[in-house]
């Protein structure tokens, strides 16, 4: 099975003691977002867990941990955007990140290693401009410690929308010049540059729009060759993406990025990170009563016939 840790939340930059400790235990419990009682408990052995994927804007308090990880073949995903305190207020500064970026790499290999640089956003301070300057300079410090860079650019989500008024959708032409220069600039670093849920035309400005965390990502990131049941297939129309089980809780993480889709707001994210417990083997709180624990049924998607990839 594929575990994931960061659609919800960043579980690395926020929460890495308490990720720590449900390896040593061994399991870990997450409620259902929408059926809070509903409770599944999956068990955290290399065995049954063929891959843990990571999506991050900060994996530097995990590296003093990665040790307690290296059972488990893992896949990184890690956020690196310019943008200022005005739009991710609690972000690490950017080369910060990248210094982050070059030392998870060195512990865990660049093939499991990609950089995201999204969302992309169009405002008078932000413009084109800016963007292909700042992706410059990021592409040339990560030149060699990333597999691929994945560019998407701004969903408006009802979240979005509420929490980022100034936040405008970017044209298609638009898109396609900056992709076509993304192309250009990561092609100079031995830099693929893939899409995330994006049109298909950009395909005719350079980029791979075949996903981000698809099967054939996940198996250059690990060299295993796996065999995906389709149910573990996005639902989601134009998306390749495997989903895997998410072990986060929407509304806590505390970065506070304007353009979040997974926070209602700040005063919902402090409620909940005021009662995370890093021995609790929930993310957030405890055992409530009614609680209906289910331990799901767990198996490798490792193909075992020989692979070269």
């Not at 955007?81 to 207020?89: F, N, W």
């Not at 134009?238 to 806590?252: K, M, P, R, S, V």
């Amino acid at each position: 099975m594929i575990l994931q840790t960061g659609f919800r939340t960043d579980i690395p930059a926020f929460y890495s003691e308490w990720f720590a400790n449900r390896l040593r235990a061994g399991h870990v419990l997450v409620r259902n977002p929408y059926n809070p009682q509903a409770v599944t408990r999956y068990e955290l052995n290399p065995d049954m867990v063929d891959l843990i994927g990571f999506c991050t804007k900060n994996p530097a308090p995990m590296l003093p941990r990665l040790a307690e990880l290296s059972a488990f073949r893992q896949c990184w995903f890690v956020t690196l955007t310019p943008y200022g305190r005005d739009i991710e207020p609690h972000v690490p500064e950017k080369f910060a990140g990248a210094d982050a970026i070059q030392r998870l790499s060195a512990q865990v290999g660049a093939q499991a290693v990609i950089w995201c640089y999204d969302p992309i956003f169009l405002t008078e301070k932000y413009d084109m401009a800016f963007h292909l300057q700042a992706f410059e300079r990021l592409a040339s410090a990560l030149a060699g410690h990333v597999s691929a860079c994945v560019i998407s650019f701004l969903d408006l989500y009802e979240k979005t929308r509420r929490n980022f008024p100034a936040g405008r959708a970017v044209s298609m032409e638009n898109q396609r010049l900056l992709t076509a220069q993304f192309v250009r600039i990561g092609a100079k670093h031995d830099l693929p540059i893939r899409t995330c849920c994006e049109d298909s035309s950009l395909a005719a400005c350079g980029a791979d729009v075949s996903g981000c965390m698809t099967q054939a990502v996940l198996e250059a990131a690990t060299g295993c060759r796996l065999r995906v049941p389709k149910s573990r297939k996005s639902p989601r129309s134009g998306c390749n993406c495997l989903l895997g089980a998410d072990i986060g809780a929407y509304n806590t993480c505390p970065h506070g990025c304007v353009y979040c889709y997974a926070n209602y707001d700040r005063a919902t994210v402090c409620a909940q990170y005021r009662q995370h417990d890093p021995d609790s083997p929930f993310l957030i709180g405890g055992f409530r009563p009614g609680d209906t624990i289910v331990d799901v049924q767990q198996g490798s998607y490792i193909d075992p016939q020989l692979s070269f990839l």
